[in-house]
């Protein structure tokens, strides 16, 4: 049982598939965090980018996922990640390593493995395409940029951004959405969710809601 959840960068994927997990008793994976995590251990390597897919598939040797009761821990040379995979210095380059083809052949095997563990909901770009296209279910979230910038802000500082700083999120996201245009596939299938105007509990009631019937089926 795989609930496949895709959307562009800050449509709130991460979260919401967590929560989601969370609720059903299963385990969330997350394919932005191994990303992640590639990048953050090609920074460890040393070097400045761009790199070579062949280092940073050198570095990704060092990343490995560890299952707990809702969710995966990552870890990066053996140590927990979490804090450090949301710095600046990773999120600036991501997006460069997510579009090298075999760091993503890399990441999707992952996903697939830990979907051998059982029932499980996955988030990122092309989960319920390239990676699980059998998935039971399938959610593709999108929202106005404006409001995906705003709720990155606010994830980012802690407080209400000032409209100059939404601005530049909102810019800084339409070129990621640009350059990720690839990747971020909606499958035929897809339930489309507009988040714009539905709070963080209202997407998790939709999507459990539509879970409970696909697991039922």
Not at 67 to 72: A, D, E, I, K, V
Not at 78 to 100: C, E, F, I, K, Y
Request: hydrophobic fraction near 45%; charge should be negative.
């Amino acid at each position: 049982m795989v609930i496949a959840i895709d959307g562009p960068a800050a449509s709130g994927k991460s979260s919401t598939a967590k929560w989601v997990a969370e609720v059903l008793h299963i385990r969330h994976a997350d394919s932005g965090a191994l990303y992640r995590a590639a990048t953050l251990a090609r920074i460890h390597a040393g070097g400045a980018p761009p790199w070579t897919e062949e280092s940073v598939l050198a570095a990704a040797a060092g990343v490995t996922l560890a299952p707990g009761s809702t969710s995966y821990d990552v870890l990066v040379g053996g140590q927990p990640a979490v804090d450090a995979l949301h710095q600046p210095v990773v999120t600036a380059n991501v997006s460069a390593v997510a579009q090298m083809q075999r760091v993503r052949a890399w990441v999707n095997s992952r996903m697939r493995n830990c979907a051998e563990d059982g029932a499980i909901v996955v988030d990122g770009r092309d989960m319920g395409t390239a990676v699980f296209p059998d998935a039971a279910l399938k959610v593709f979230l999108v929202a106005d940029p404006w409001e995906r910038a705003r709720r990155r802000l606010w994830q980012r500082l802690g407080r209400g951004a000032t409209d100059d700083e939404i601005a530049a999120e909102t810019a800084a996201l339409v070129q990621r959405d640009s350059r990720d245009a690839t990747q971020t596939q909606q499958a035929a299938d897809a339930v489309i969710i507009d988040t714009t105007l539905l709070t963080q509990e209202e997407q998790v009631e939709r999507i459990v809601a539509l879970a409970r019937v696909a697991m039922s089926r």
